[in-house]
């Protein structure tokens, strides 16, 4: 009779979620009129599919754009009322939606009733706007501790990875770690022991507590590096670690310039950023700016084109004579710093 009503229920829900994306037809707001944050973008079937906190009341949303700028919805995808035995009940944080063996699956934060901590859940669809039903037995990540923003990354091995945050919320010290383990290659367990990939503080570009939003992303040439948030002296910012063996249990390294941040080049601060290809081929990053919403500005989703140098992700520069002279030089400083990378990564761990 329970499995009876679940079913019930969850056809309930893909009913009611057609019906509003029916009646949505044609309601579209731009970029800069969608309040979002932590922004993942799903490229899939000639679409957009956007999700991120915020794009729904209790539980997790989506908006649906065909070229990045005029967005649909948003449109729930998975709601809390929908499963009598899930218990989360609040911080329904940064969904993700990774298309994985022919299915889609979302994993994002939410508070547990039962624990009452934070963590990443795993759930699955046959749509990228579901209904997506819970398949990890509650949290995924250790369920004793906060543990948010989960992100997946395959490996080269094919071995399914979860790289989440163990949030200074609970750490003694109060400082954040990144940490990954390895998942079942249905993603619904954890297997082994995690591992603490690197703490937020002492760093060059950052020496603040926070470490938000990790995104993995493998280069041209083969080297594994991670987008991941802190605050600079700028604010809320985007910085880039990488592997020294190009595997996600390696040691990670930090380069020394944030990716993004709030000064020469940007008006407003901004993070928690991923990387995506658009319908054209192009490598773009999204982050939600500013970190904090006023009337005059409020938190959205930006888009920006990157570059793919083979080592790093560099923003395309687009910002007039005088401020790409300063890029080019930065440019530069990263192209050192990399074809040294041996020697620096001495030099760090000494």
């Known amino acids: 009779m329970k499995k009876f009503m679940s079913m019930l229920l969850s056809v309930v ?74 218990d989360g009940i609040g911080d329904y944080w940064a969904p993700e939606c990774h298309y994985y063996k022919g ?49 997946l990354y395959v490996d080269e091995d094919g071995q399914p990875w979860i790289v989440y945050v163990n949030e200074w919320t609970t750490n003694d010290d109060g400082i954040g770690e990144m940490a990954a383990s390895k998942l079942t290659e249905d993603l619904s367990q954890r297997v082994g022991v995690p591992k603490v990939l690197f703490a937020a503080n002492n760093h060059v570009w950052t020496d603040e507590h926070v470490t938000d939003g990790p995104f993995l992303y493998k280069t041209k040439d083969g080297r594994l590096i991670m987008l991941w948030s802190n605050v600079s002296d700028k604010g809320y910012a985007v910085g880039i670690a990488w592997s020294d063996n190009n595997k996600v249990d390696g040691n990670w390294y930090h380069q020394p310039v944030a990716l993004y941040q709030k000064g020469i080049y940007y008006e407003y601060n901004g993070g928690h950023a991923m990387l995506f290809e658009d319908l054209n081929g ?18 959205t989703a930006v888009f920006i084109p990157v570059k793919d140098t083979g080592d790093t992700v560099v923003i395309k520069s687009d910002f007039g004579f005088f401020k790409n002279i300063l890029y080019f030089f930065r440019r530069f400083f990263l192209f050192i710093y990399y074809k040294f990378s041996h020697i620096i990564t001495r030099i760090i761990s000494l």
């Not at 999700?51 to 700028?69: M, P, Q, R």
């Not at 037995?137 to 989960?150: E, L, M, Q, S, W």
């Open 13 to 86: 829900t893909l009913v009611s979620g057609l019906s509003v994306a029916a009646c949505a037809q044609g309601e579209t707001k731009p970029t800069a009129q969608v309040s979002i944050r932590d922004p993942f973008v799903l490229t899939y079937d000639g679409k957009y599919y956007m999700y991120g906190t915020g794009a729904a009341n209790n539980g997790y949303g989506c908006y649906v754009s065909e070229d990045l700028e005029n967005w649909s919805g948003p449109y729930t995808v998975f709601s809390a009322d929908s499963d009598p035995d899930f």
């Open 103 to 151: 299915s889609f699956y979302l994993f994002a934060t939410y508070r547990s009733k039962d624990t009452e901590f934070r963590g990443t859940g795993i759930f699955k669809a046959d749509n990228p706007l579901g209904p997506f039903e819970l398949i990890s037995n509650g949290h995924v990540t250790p369920k004793y501790r906060d543990c948010i923003d989960g992100t």
């Open 282 to 299: 192009q490598l773009t990053m999204a982050l939600h700016s500013p970190n904090g919403s006023t009337p005059e500005r409020p938190t």
